[in-house]
């Protein structure tokens, strides 16, 4: 894919800024116009003022003019001062903002692409932007407020100080009066202007390559943060094993190398500071040494000796304000393209428009025709040939070695992932071409890495703030939480990271919560990965007793590795190696030679 350029970044990023923010950006521009118009209108009111002492103009007439003076300040700076309180207080909430959008972003992007570990990547480095340099927001707007202040700038002081270069002058001074002097003071600027120009962008460049350093070293730190100390699973071995003294170690370590490289950072822009000083002073010193030959030649007021030395000093402090937008907007243009990237990630996929058929008889028939499958970014197939029907209404197992296939065989089914080759249909048409929230609706699943939030259980079970109370405890009931829930209600917190009042539930409790929620969703389709894994042997037993009622007359597609399990499900089918190779009951498959018979002979022993 062609790369957008900067400024094709920078502009979608304004887009997506002006969307909520469109007023922001007019006060900015507002704000920098009273802002960099300020000191000009204080300088030639001094100006007019300082003639008029001098031309020994009345008393009253001085007077005036300094009551006007003081007035159009007073109005400046209050209107500057009020809009920049207006645009800080809005400005704070830029990073708020970006987080919001990263977490839209987050919830919203398509399954296949979340497990990305390049996605991963562009996610965290935002993460660090906010972090380290108030995020993509305020990074666009500060550059925008310097850069444009600095071209209002620049042209008032070009407007202003024209007549110093251009005017009539008298030539018998000739080489104060001389055009070749007025070009020279211009060259001298020029010059001046594109050091200060090479110096920031050889900073920002330099600077840049730092925080990328940094961000990767900050990886470990982010990994030890986030996975490790704010995962209470993790506290049990750390302790155990007394590893604290090693995560410690770890941190700082890893402190002091990304410390060094924020320092490396700093020191960069500190040397073209000094430099750009050096420079700007050794400029003003020549633009003062002008104006003042200029006002001893006679050819410009006293009154204006001020107004055009610091219209030029203005206007070089203008030009390095454009510069620094400029390299501002660069800098965004690099973060900003992984924000969008991010951002964009949701959505990629073909969603399609095909209305789901509402059944009360459930008869949906899902038929996988020749799929075979590869993870994206990888040339393994999982998943080869595989050509089946899930007749409605049946009690599926899926049975297999690890690895064998099974799970990315229900990941293709529920269309977290699309077919590499081949075609998966319900009701004889493509699933692609359903609407996607639709089709998915179709599937109820416990995965084996079920994931309940620290929420009321209400709301675990219904997925949802608006809970159906009754319909909750009946899916409590039916998974085997009866007795549990006598005397909780559902109202109470599944742990305590949300809610100080919330229960620690058994990882049995948990795994039995997540059946309810998959019984409560009431959809055609139930999926059960594993679904035993974390119950004890009662429980389990009550499971599978429960299971037909559990599940009424809906399909249900049943993972196991315990094949003692899944004899009550009328359709089994063996997955080795990305395909289907054997498929029947119980009876049949136990008489045939093959893998089905291994695994039982290999698990039954310990049955017995
Ligand atoms: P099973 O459920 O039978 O244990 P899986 O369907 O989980 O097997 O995995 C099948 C194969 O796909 C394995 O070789 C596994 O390493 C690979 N695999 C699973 N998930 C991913 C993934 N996200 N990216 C790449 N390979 C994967």
């Known amino acids: 894919m062609k790369k957008e350029s900067d400024i094709t970044i920078i502009r979608k990023l304004f887009a997506l800024f002006a969307k909520r923010n469109k007023n922001l950006i007019y006060a900015c521009l507002l704000t920098d116009v009273v802002e960099s118009l300020r000191p000009y209108v204080v300088l030639i009111l001094s100006g007019i003022l300082i003639d008029g002492f001098i031309d020994g103009k ?119 009066a001389s055009p070749w002097m007025g070009l020279l003071l211009f060259l001298l600027i020029a010059t001046t202007i594109w050091g200060i120009y090479a110096s920031d962008q050889y900073s920002s460049k330099k600077g840049h390559e730092c925080f990328e350093e940094f961000n990767q070293i900050k990886k470990a730190h982010s990994y030890i943060i986030g996975n490790i100390l704010a995962n209470s699973e993790s ?28 320092k490396k950072e700093r020191n960069y822009y ?78 990629r996929k073909y969603k399609g428009t095909l209305p789901v058929e509402k059944r009360r008889d459930n008869r949906f028939l899902i038929e996988f025709d020749n799929v075979s499958f590869c993870y994206p970014g990888t040339k393994d197939y999982v998943l080869r040939n595989l050509s089946l029907k899930l007749d409605i209404g049946e009690r599926f197992a899926i049975v297999g070695k690890n690895g064998s296939g099974k799970t990315t065989f229900i990941k293709l089914l529920c269309r977290l992932y699309d077919p590499t080759d081949g075609e998966i249909k319900l009701n004889g048409i493509d699933i692609t071409k359903y609407n996607y929230d639709e089709y998915l609706n179709l599937f109820s699943a416990v995965f084996q890495d079920y994931q309940m939030l620290a929420l009321k259980v209400g709301e675990n079970i219904a997925a949802s703030d608006e809970v159906d109370h009754d319909k909750v405890y009946d899916a409590l009931n039916r998974a085997g939480l009866e007795e549990r829930f006598l005397e909780t209600d559902d109202n109470v917190y599944i742990g305590k990271e949300y809610d100080e009042s919330g229960v620690n539930f058994s990882g049995g409790e948990k795994q039995k919560m997540a059946i309810a929620r998959a019984i409560y969703k009431d959809a055609p389709f139930v999926i ?71 695994l039982w002979n290999a698990q039954a022993q310990y049955y017995t």
């Open 58 to 176: 009345a008393l009253h007439t001085l007077l005036l003019y300094t009551l006007i003076g003081v007035l159009v300040a007073f109005v400046f700076q209050f209107l500057s001062a009020a809009l920049r309180k207006y645009l800080n207080a809005r400005i704070e909430n830029c990073m708020e903002r970006q987080n919001q959008d990263l977490n839209t972003a987050s919830l919203n992007i398509d399954y296949e692409y979340l497990e990305d570990p390049a996605l991963q990547e562009k996610k965290r480095k935002q993460e660090q932007v906010i972090n380290a340099r108030g995020g993509i927001y305020w990074n666009l707007i500060w550059p925008l407020d310097r850069g444009f202040g600095g071209v209002i700038s620049v042209l008032t002081s070009m407007i202003i100080s024209f007549p110093l270069f251009f005017g009539n002058k008298d030539f018998q001074y000739s080489i104060i």
């Open 235 to 262: 506290g049990k071995d750390l302790r155990i094993f007394g590893q604290s003294k090693l995560i410690m170690h770890t941190l700082h370590e890893n402190d002091k190398e990304a410390a060094v490289c924020l």
């Open 270 to 347: 500190i040397q073209s500071e000094i430099l750009n000083r050096f420079l700007s002073n050794f400029c003003l010193g020549c633009v003062y040494l002008y104006v003042a030959l200029n006002a001893y030649a006679g050819f410009i007021s006293i009154g204006n000796v001020v107004l055009y030395a610091s219209s030029i000093v203005k206007c070089i402090d203008g030009v390095s304000e454009v510069l620094l937008g400029i390299s501002g907007f660069k800098r965004v243009a690099q973060y900003g393209r992984d924000y969008l990237d991010y951002i964009d990630f949701s959505d």
């Open 528 to 598: 059960m990965d594993e679904p035993t894994a974390a119950l004890d042997p009662e429980s389990e037993c009550e499971v599978y007793a429960g299971f037909n009622k559990m599940v009424g007359n809906k399909t249900a597609l049943y993972i196991s590795h315990r094949l003692a399990s899944c004899r009550f499900c009328q359709d089994i089918l063996v997955f080795d190696n990305g395909q289907v190779i054997q498929r029947g009951s119980h009876e049949e498959l136990i008489e045939q030679d093959g893998l089905y018979q291994k």
